[in-house]
């Protein structure tokens, strides 16, 4: 039977940073352009959000802390308190600001390993810059839409990102020149991390020393280019076979490839929505993968199609479970 791909979330207007939690049966995710944390929990069908006072781009769990979760804010890793329902969170405490530089970079994608270190790098606003389009372009249906615009830097010249670990209270960073931070994920054995920087265009992977979390033997996993994917790499989940499913930006679809084989495509799904931006494991099984989405960078792309939360059903392989942040 072909996967069964539902919509389960609507007003969403860009979805990332989805992870499911174990305890609660429940999936959080971000929505970037509100500003917003959100739950949603499958047995009641149910949709929390909160907002907060800037962008963010992951919400984890905080491991044997119920109710507290570490968010990016900004350039801030920060822990808030907040009880999955109100629209409010209760408190907000910054554990370190990653980057002093003045310029415009800012956190994304983020994750926990195995020994709950969060793992996050920056994503460089000077490249490209989410904008508002023309309140007239809209006036049929009154929904906001967002676009891209390249910004006019001279990118060899301008500041880059890096890529950090924070753990025990210490900020790491791991490597420079990062454009867009993205999908990060570790095999089963936590040998092996997967990384992926937008706008290289492809999956890079490291040799991963759990104990210390150095990382060694940067190589090239996948590239979009050389396989001639339409689209762009954005977030990835890993299944118990080590098998990545990674998130096609502007590319309507999620590509299953090989951590084993380099540039070994086994599978894609396709979707309804153009702007395809992460995925997690869920459900009881963790055999539903859960799917967010966008709507920006095209006023075609038209809710509730686009900038939905979505489950994809039947895809005989399952997930890991995701780890929690350690304070």
Known sequence: MAPVIERIVEDVE???GPHWDIQTQSLYFVDY???SINRYEPATKSHFKARLDDYSSFIIPVEGEPNKFVVSVGKDIAIITWDGVKENIEDI???VKVDNVDNKNRLNDGKCDVLG???????RTDI???VPTSPDKNEQNKTKFWELVPNSVNQSESVTGSFYSYGDGTLKK???QVDISNGIAWNKDNTRMFFIDSMKNRVD???FEVKSGELSNRRVLFSFTKNQIEGMPDGMTIDDDDNLWIAVFRGSKII???TSVPENILDTINLPAKQVTSAAWGGKGLDELYVTTGIFDDTSLKPPVNGSLYKITGLKARGLPMYKFRL
Request: aromatic content about 14%; cysteine-free.
């Open 174 to 176: 791991h490597f420079d």
């Open 256 to 258: 299953k490839i090989s």
């Open 93 to 95: 405490e910054t554990l």
């Open 14 to 16: 860009f979805g990332e």
């Open 128 to 130: 490209v810059e989410v």
């Open 117 to 123: 270190r969060l793992w996050t790098g920056l994503m």
């Open 205 to 207: 992977q490291f040799d």
């Open 33 to 35: 352009l509100t500003k």
